[in-house]
Nanobody
Framework: VQLQASGGGLVQAGGSLKLSCAVSGNINSPNVMAWYRQAPGKQRELVVRILSGGRTTYGDSVEGRFTISRDTTKRTMDLQMNSLKPEDTAVYYC???????????WGQGTLVTVSS
């Protein structure tokens, strides 16, 4: 299984970006897909996760601004990020957790930079 994240870039505060994660290979259901981020000098943190059944959990700092979606047919997961703030600057990673065999998979990360 491989995850490929894309869509990062430079945006001004208040702007929007959309990240995408493409999955190749097979992940069993049930599973969890998620976006994490790691800012310079900080620990990696959960941004949002979505279960295979569609239930979502957002981090407090992004609730109401970010929206996760997944297309199981296309094997993609998107993160729409609106009202971006400088503190959203980080490397964003997509991840998948196969709940059947407990394997975890990570994408390579995509950099999001929000200028003030």
């Amino acid at each position: 299984v491989q995850l490929q994240a894309s869509g990062g870039g430079l945006v001004q505060a208040g702007g929007s970006l959309k990240l995408s994660c493409a999955v190749s290979g097979n992940i069993n259901s049930p599973n969890v897909m998620a976006w994490y981020r790691q800012a310079p000098g900080k620990q990696r943190e959960l941004v949002v996760r979505i279960l295979s059944g569609g239930r979502t959990t957002y981090g407090d700092s992004v609730e109401g601004r970010f929206t996760i979606s997944r297309d199981t047919t296309k094997r993609t997961m998107d993160l729409q990020m609106n009202s971006l703030k400088p503190e959203d600057t980080a490397v964003y990673y997509c991840a998948a957790h196969d709940l059947k065999n407990q394997n975890q998979y990570w994408g390579q990360g995509t950099l999001v930079t929000v200028s003030s």
